[in-house]
Nanobody
Framework: QVQVVESGGGLVQPGGSLRLSCAAS????????MGWYRQAPGNQRELVAT??????NYADSVKGRFTISEDGAKNAMFLQMNSLKSEDTAVYYC???????????????WGQGTQVTVSS
């Protein structure tokens, strides 16, 4: 079984920064990709950023402000969020797309979500 744990959310003022962390543990055979989604109240879950083989992809709304990175040795990833705006307020979810064994299909494993609130 694979466990995913997130940390790093909180309350920050507009213009401030936060760093989210996410780590996977357990039976991991092959990591394919990973990323972050967010969901604000009343909105659908939206993609924030992904990383795969060193290549990154960002939502237009966060380009130039957010940076996704990974630590392959630790099966961990991070989301550095700078110049935060009130519209970034949401619950942030991380995921890892991986195979738990050679014979298993790719699956997404999700974190529990962490609240990010940007407010003065």
């Amino acid at each position: 079984q694979v466990q995913v744990v997130e940390s790093g959310g909180g309350l920050v003022q507009p213009g401030g920064s936060l760093r989210l962390s996410c780590a996977a543990s357990g039976r991991i055979f092959n990591m394919n990709s990973m990323g972050w989604y967010r969901q604000a109240p009343g909105n659908q879950r939206e993609l924030v950023a992904t990383i795969s083989g060193g290549s990154t992809n960002y939502a237009d709304s966060v380009k130039g402000r957010f940076t996704i990175s990974e630590d392959g040795a630790k099966n961990a990833m991070f989301l550095q969020m700078n110049s935060l705006k009130s519209e970034d307020t949401a619950v942030y979810y991380c995921y890892f797309r991986l195979r738990a064994s050679l014979t298993q299909a790719l699956r997404d494993f999700w974190g529990q979500g962490t609240q990010v609130t940007v407010s003065s």
